[in-house]
């Protein structure tokens, strides 16, 4: 027994300090790395290629000088050929001021666009990056990291510039800016009060400028929301273009040329609609559309930037919809009430406040072709698909016959709907339009071949001689994809024609996984979840700190580092330290630790505590000789290990924030509250108190306002009325339109009191059909996705646990999701296979569904087994499981997203569940956007 404790003790020190050790960062994993690789890569290469481009000599200079050198060469060949190699046209320098519609969009763009240090989830073998977070200085602040990111990309838009080719000068877009260079001198905020001045990103106290100065600045490019998302962003980059054009004039400024004229170039993201052209030209903002050929003071551009989709996570991804009202610092500085605060949600008040579902359906629609167009490169073979055992013509898990399209698409609420519905039509259009590009190739390679002859091997290649055009589609493909295919993404490309089709060997096919199912989840079938109150740790810090945009909690450097006495006593420059946070896999420790409850957080984060001071205190130990292989692993773990002290420094400093917030009675009694209203119990009196009291800020009280609504199928009119007239004396005349706001979008409502009325509800019925209420829940080691919240599950991850056996039983609860009478026709849940050739979905409703997607699953591991019925799910391991892709329309939470981890993690649940959202979202910011 004596000897048997001090090895037991090595043994736990030992995993203590491969805890504290990992020996690389987590970034790199997930089931679908290649698609996030492929999407980073492609935001950033098609952003930095939009900043390159200057559209005021796109029609001019560069092809005026192509042209003359063509000219040239067709008078005097042999002195062209012999200058053309030597003599290069002189670079133009043009300064480049960005302003950004708000500061989540800066944030977003900054952070996840530019960063190169966040444009591979394989740190350790991107040769690309040049400045890595490693050699960034530790919890540099927000301004010192965004320096050096602007320095980083300027140096990028310089060795990238494209160089001109006289051969084919004026047939590429890439050669028409190659006799400019460009430089980012700055980036600057439109400040929301929508007068068409600018704020700093840095101090939210400086005064805004109603008249900004002009800088040298000679091209000024407003990055907006588009889409209709953003409209007083809009007109507030049309005031400050007024503004400037303003100032020039006083100052007698005339430009001499075109090329000297002020560009202002207006970029949507991720496109610009005809709506907000008919906006800026009301506002008198008229689009160029002979660059360079008039003599004015400022050239006007529009374009449409295509960025969509943000990798935030090695399972999220995101639209990150803001509606403009930008956040700086957090809501624990200024109050839950600011309207400075993180404004997200804008697809929720764009579908139900301002009735444009169909702009909503279209943007979520796209970027899910887009996802399926990379989805190509992880498709996997297979035949049986039937749930008897028969042979279905689809050939569901053969995905590269449907062209990367995802087989099985779910969708629950009526958005969703429209979503499916948009997403199909796309599947159809894109079909129809490459049916006539083959149908015009094949006419000009008949007339080709009666006429021609082809000159060499290489032109046969491009005509492969399929009759199909398969050689021009595959490049089109990799023009789409832009730089996809360096990350190792390998595109499949099929004949046009089903029939051309043949099955592929499984042994030929890519073995990467693929997203073998979706489900689409409109964010109204369930408004309850995001009005209660997290009790994870990563849900905690967004509702104490609030979690930006972007996945970054901005917080004072002197929280994180509380005896630096440079920050301490430097009281007048609190804003300008401010220190952004990643909350993303790229921090190991903050990957292991969010999940977990609040009861739990605090003890792991000691046990790492110990395990980095029992790693140190072991190598430092003078008893033990060390010989130099010791020595030399051990230095080589410093900067892991330098790593994991400063992040394990700011949890433990984060967390104590958090904990202390959570432990508070106010914290408490709300939970309590809210439990009660979860049970169907009505707490006006409670309501009624804590408005009398004025301890809540309004928004924190309106959640529990909405949850009772919400929970109780509405309130009596006379208590309605009651609370109604509270709101208006406490909080002021202006919540009136926001109470509106939030019956539009049925968060409120006032019930007529009857004698016949039944005290069943719809959201009691859903209560009952899904457990919702789990009070025997072990927080500390869940059994259950409702340890989230200390007993209730969130209504959408049931849903997703139903989706499982196929909604069986549950189909009075099916009845109580919400119908539209928009796209789609309005349906409450829909259940397709896409096939192809593509069709309608109303021509797809029309079919037999096939499996659910518990069957489904095991489907796919008999077939990937390749032993028949031999493998079960229960022995899948996250590596080995499909993918089932999991679309809110409306906002993710949190809670969600924890508990949807905690179903991926399990080994019975058949699936590896990826995230996709409109934005991530809390009851705060959801009803404040509602209320913009």
Same mark, same amino acid.
């Given at each position: 027994?004596?000897?048997?404790?001090?090895?037991?003790? +090595? *043994?736990? %020190? /030992? &995993?203590?300090?491969?805890? #504290?050790?990992?020996? !690389? =960062?987590?970034?790199?994993?997930? $089931?679908?790395?290649?698609?996030?690789?492929?999407?980073?890569?492609?935001?950033?290469?098609?952003?930095?290629?939009?900043?390159?481009?200057?559209?005021?000599?796109?029609?001019?200079?560069?092809?005026?000088?192509?042209?003359? +050198? *063509?000219? %040239? /060469? &067709?008078?005097?060949?042999? #002195?062209?050929?012999? !200058? =053309?190699?030597?003599?290069?046209? $002189?670079?133009?320098?043009?300064?480049?001021?960005?302003?950004?519609?708000?500061?989540?969009?800066?944030?977003?763009?900054?952070?996840?666009?530019?960063?190169?240090?966040?444009?591979?989830?394989?740190?350790?073998?991107?040769?690309?990056?040049?400045?890595?977070?490693?050699?960034?200085?530790?919890?540099?602040?927000?301004?010192?990291?965004?320096?050096?990111?602007?320095?980083?990309?300027?140096?990028?838009?310089?060795?990238?510039?494209?160089?001109?080719?006289?051969?084919?000068?004026?047939?590429?877009?890439?050669?028409?800016?190659?006799?400019?260079?460009?430089?980012?001198?700055?980036?600057?905020?439109?400040?929301?009060?929508?007068?068409?001045?600018?704020?700093?990103?840095?101090?939210?106290?400086?005064?805004?400028?109603?008249?900004?100065?002009?800088?040298?600045?000679?091209?000024?490019?407003?990055?907006?929301?588009?889409?209709?998302?953003?409209?007083?962003?809009?007109?507030?980059?049309?005031?400050?273009?007024?503004?400037?054009?303003?100032?020039?004039?006083?100052?007698?400024?005339?430009?001499?040329?075109?090329?000297?004229?002020?560009?202002?170039?207006?970029?949507?993201?991720?496109?610009?609609?005809?709506?907000?052209?008919?906006?800026?030209?009301?506002?008198?903002?008229?689009?160029?559309?002979?660059?360079?050929?008039?003599?004015?003071?400022?050239?006007?551009?529009?374009?449409?930037?295509?960025?969509?989709?943000?990798?935030?996570?090695?399972?999220?991804?995101?639209?990150?919809?803001?509606?403009?009202?930008?956040?700086?610092?957090?809501?624990?500085?200024?109050?839950?009430?600011?309207?400075?605060?993180?404004?997200?949600?804008?697809?929720?008040?764009?579908?139900?406040?301002?009735?444009?579902?169909?702009?909503?359906?279209?943007?979520?629609?796209?970027?899910?072709?887009?996802?399926?167009?990379?989805?190509?490169?992880?498709?996997?073979?297979?035949?049986?698909?039937?749930?008897?055992?028969?042979?279905?013509?689809?050939?569901?898990?053969?995905?590269?016959?449907?062209?990367?399209?995802?087989?099985?698409?779910?969708?629950?609420?009526?958005?969703?709907?429209?979503?499916?519905?948009?997403?199909?039509?796309?599947?159809?259009?894109?079909?129809?339009?490459?049916?006539?590009?083959?149908?015009?190739?094949?006419?000009?390679?008949?007339?080709?071949?009666?006429?021609?002859?082809?000159?060499?091997?290489?032109?046969?290649?491009?005509?492969?001689?399929?009759?199909?055009?398969?050689?021009?589609?595959?490049?089109?493909?990799?023009?789409?994809?832009?730089?996809?295919?360096?990350?190792?993404?390998?595109?499949?490309?099929?004949?046009?024609?089903?029939?051309?089709?043949?099955?592929?060997?499984?042994?030929?096919?890519?073995?990467?996984?693929?997203?073998?199912?979706?489900?689409?989840?409109?964010?109204?079938?369930?408004?309850?979840?995001?009005?209660?109150?997290?009790?994870?740790?990563?849900?905690?810090?967004?509702?104490?700190?609030?979690?930006?945009?972007?996945?970054?909690?901005?917080?004072?450097?002197?929280?994180?580092?509380?005896?630096?006495?440079?920050?301490?006593?430097?009281?007048?420059?609190?804003?300008?330290?401010?220190?952004?946070?990643?909350?993303?896999?790229?921090?190991?420790?903050?990957?292991?630790?969010?999940?977990?409850?609040?009861?739990?957080?605090?003890?792991?984060?000691?046990?790492?505590?110990?395990?980095?001071?029992?790693?140190?205190?072991?190598?430092?130990?003078?008893?033990?000789?060390?010989?130099?292989?010791?020595?030399?692993?051990?230095?080589?773990?410093?900067?892991?290990?330098?790593?994991?002290?400063?992040?394990?420094?700011?949890?433990?400093?984060?967390?104590?924030?958090?904990?202390?917030?959570?432990?508070?009675?106010?914290?408490?009694?709300?939970?309590?509250?809210?439990?009660?209203?979860?049970?169907?119990?009505?707490?006006?009196?409670?309501?009624?108190?804590?408005?009398?009291?004025?301890?809540?800020?309004?928004?924190?009280?309106?959640?529990?306002?909405?949850?009772?609504?919400?929970?109780?199928?509405?309130?009596?009119?006379?208590?309605?009325?009651?609370?109604?007239?509270?709101?208006?004396?406490?909080?002021?005349?202006?919540?009136?339109?926001?109470?509106?706001?939030?019956?539009?979008?049925?968060?409120?409502?006032?019930?007529?009191?009857?004698?016949?009325?039944?005290?069943?509800?719809?959201?009691?019925?859903?209560?009952?059909?899904?457990?919702?209420?789990?009070?025997?829940?072990?927080?500390?080691?869940?059994?259950?996705?409702?340890?989230?919240?200390?007993?209730?599950?969130?209504?959408?991850?049931?849903?997703?646990?139903?989706?499982?056996?196929?909604?069986?039983?549950?189909?009075?609860?099916?009845?109580?999701?919400?119908?539209?009478?928009?796209?789609?026709?309005?349906?409450?849940?829909?259940?397709?296979?896409?096939?192809?050739?593509?069709?309608?979905?109303?021509?797809?409703?029309?079919?037999?569904?096939?499996?659910?997607?518990?069957?489904?699953?095991?489907?796919?591991?008999?077939?990937?087994?390749?032993?028949?019925?031999?493998?079960?799910?229960?022995?899948?391991?996250?590596?080995?499981?499909?993918?089932?892709?999991?679309?809110?329309?409306?906002?993710?939470?949190?809670?969600?997203?924890?508990?949807?981890?905690?179903?991926?993690?399990?080994?019975?649940?058949?699936?590896?569940?990826?995230?996709?959202?409109?934005?991530?979202?809390?009851?705060?910011?959801?009803?404040?956007?509602?209320?913009?």
């Amino acid at each position: 027994m004596t000897m048997a404790a001090p090895q037991q003790q +090595q *043994q736990q %020190q /030992q &995993q203590l300090q491969q805890q #504290a050790l990992p020996t !690389s =960062s987590r970034r790199g994993g997930g $089931p679908l790395a290649h698609i996030m690789d492929a999407l980073r890569l492609d935001n950033h290469q098609l952003l930095l290629e939009t900043l390159q481009h200057d559209p005021r000599f796109a029609n001019n200079d560069d092809h005026h000088h192509a042209a003359e +050198q *063509q000219r %040239q /060469q &067709q008078q005097h060949p042999s #002195a062209t050929t012999a !200058s =053309s190699g030597n003599q290069q046209q $002189p670079r133009r320098q043009q300064d480049q001021l960005l302003i950004f519609g708000s500061a989540d969009l800066r944030r977003v763009i900054m952070r996840h666009v530019m960063d190169q240090s966040s444009q591979s989830s394989d740190n350790n073998n991107n040769s690309k990056k040049k400045v890595g977070a490693g050699h960034r200085k530790n919890n540099a602040t927000m301004m010192e990291e965004e320096e050096l990111i602007i320095k980083q990309w300027n140096e990028e838009m310089k060795t990238t510039l494209p160089t001109i080719n006289n051969s084919d000068a004026g047939q590429s877009s890439h050669h028409a800016n190659s006799s400019t260079v460009t430089q980012i001198i700055g980036t600057q905020i439109l400040s929301p009060s929508c007068n068409g001045s600018v704020i700093s990103p840095y101090d939210s106290t400086i005064a805004t400028i109603a008249s900004p100065p002009i800088s040298s600045a000679t091209n000024i490019t407003y990055i907006l929301r588009g889409g209709g998302f953003d409209l007083p962003s809009l007109s507030a980059a049309a005031l400050h273009r007024r503004n400037i054009l303003l100032q020039q004039q006083q100052q007698k400024h005339h430009q001499a040329d075109a090329s000297s004229a002020r560009l202002f170039r207006f970029l949507f993201i991720p496109r610009l609609t005809e709506m907000e052209r008919s906006f800026l030209h009301e506002m008198g903002v008229v689009a160029d559309d002979d660059k360079g050929t008039k003599m004015a003071a400022s050239i006007n551009s529009f374009e449409s930037l295509p960025i969509d989709l943000i990798p935030l996570d090695e399972d999220v991804l995101s639209l990150e919809l803001t509606g403009g009202r930008g956040g700086y610092g957090s809501s624990a500085d200024q109050g839950d009430g600011s309207d400075y605060t993180t404004g997200s949600a804008a697809s929720l008040r764009h579908s139900s406040v301002e009735g444009c579902e169909a702009d909503v359906a279209d943007i979520v629609a796209r970027s899910l072709i887009k996802l399926q167009l990379l989805n190509r490169g992880g498709s996997i073979g297979g035949n049986d698909v039937g749930g008897s055992g028969e042979k279905d013509e689809e050939l569901l898990f053969s995905s590269p016959l449907l062209r990367g399209a995802i087989p099985r698409v779910q969708g629950l609420g009526p958005l969703a709907t429209a979503v499916i519905d948009r997403m199909m039509t796309l599947r159809l259009e894109e079909e129809r339009m490459e049916a006539e590009m083959d149908e015009m190739m094949m006419e000009g390679e008949d007339n080709e071949a009666k006429g021609e002859v082809m000159m060499d091997d290489d032109c046969m290649e491009v005509t492969d001689g399929s009759g199909g055009g398969g050689g021009r589609r595959q490049q089109d493909d990799e023009e789409i994809m832009n730089a996809t295919m360096e990350e190792g993404v390998e595109i499949a490309t099929m004949s046009n024609r089903g029939n051309d089709v043949q099955p592929s060997s499984s042994a030929a096919l890519p073995q990467l996984p693929s997203i073998q199912a979706l489900l689409v989840i409109d964010r109204r079938i369930d408004l309850v979840t995001p009005m209660l109150t997290p009790l994870t740790y990563e849900g905690l810090i967004d509702d104490v700190l609030q979690i930006q945009v972007g996945g970054y909690v901005s917080v004072k450097k002197s929280i994180v580092e509380p005896d630096d006495e440079k920050h301490t006593n430097n009281n007048n420059n609190d804003q300008q330290q401010m220190v952004l946070l990643p909350l993303n896999d790229s921090d190991p420790l903050y990957a292991e630790v969010r999940d977990k409850h609040v009861e739990s957080f605090g003890s792991f984060l000691q046990n790492q505590a110990k395990a980095l001071k029992e790693s140190h205190s072991q190598f430092t130990n003078r008893e033990t000789a060390r010989d130099l292989t010791e020595i030399h692993q051990f230095v080589k773990q410093i900067p892991v290990f330098t790593r994991n002290l400063r992040s394990l420094t700011n949890h433990i400093h984060i967390a104590e924030l958090v904990k202390s917030a959570a432990e508070a009675t106010a914290f408490r009694q709300r939970w309590q509250t809210e439990r009660s209203m979860l049970e169907s119990e009505p707490c006006y009196e409670a309501l009624e108190d804590l408005i009398a009291s004025g301890s809540e800020p309004p928004y924190r009280w309106l959640r529990l306002f909405c949850l009772q609504s919400l929970t109780s199928n509405g309130i009596k009119a006379a208590r309605y009325d009651s609370l109604r007239r509270d709101v208006i004396q406490t909080y002021g005349y202006e919540y009136l339109m926001v109470l509106n706001d939030l019956e539009r979008a049925g968060f409120l409502r006032k019930k007529e009191t009857f004698v016949l009325d039944s005290m069943a509800t719809p959201y009691s019925t859903l209560r009952k059909a899904l457990n919702l209420i789990n009070p025997d829940v072990d927080p500390s080691n869940p059994q259950d996705a409702s340890y989230v919240s200390s007993g209730y599950a969130p209504m959408t991850v049931r849903w997703i646990e139903a989706a499982m056996r196929g909604y069986t039983g549950l189909e009075e609860a099916l009845k109580e999701l919400p119908v539209g009478s928009g796209m789609g026709g309005g349906g409450r849940w829909v259940d397709v296979m896409q096939r192809w050739p593509p069709e309608s979905l109303v021509e797809a409703l029309k079919r037999k569904r096939g499996p659910n997607l518990g069957a489904l699953a095991k489907q796919w591991s008999e077939w990937r087994d390749g032993n028949g019925s031999k493998m079960t799910t229960d022995a899948l391991s996250m590596e080995e499981k499909p993918v089932l892709l999991v679309y809110f329309v409306g906002g993710l939470t949190f809670m969600e997203l924890a508990a949807m981890r905690y179903l991926s993690r399990r080994p019975s649940f058949p699936y590896n569940i990826v995230c996709c959202t409109t934005e991530i979202v809390n009851g705060g910011t959801l009803l404040r956007s509602l209320s913009c």
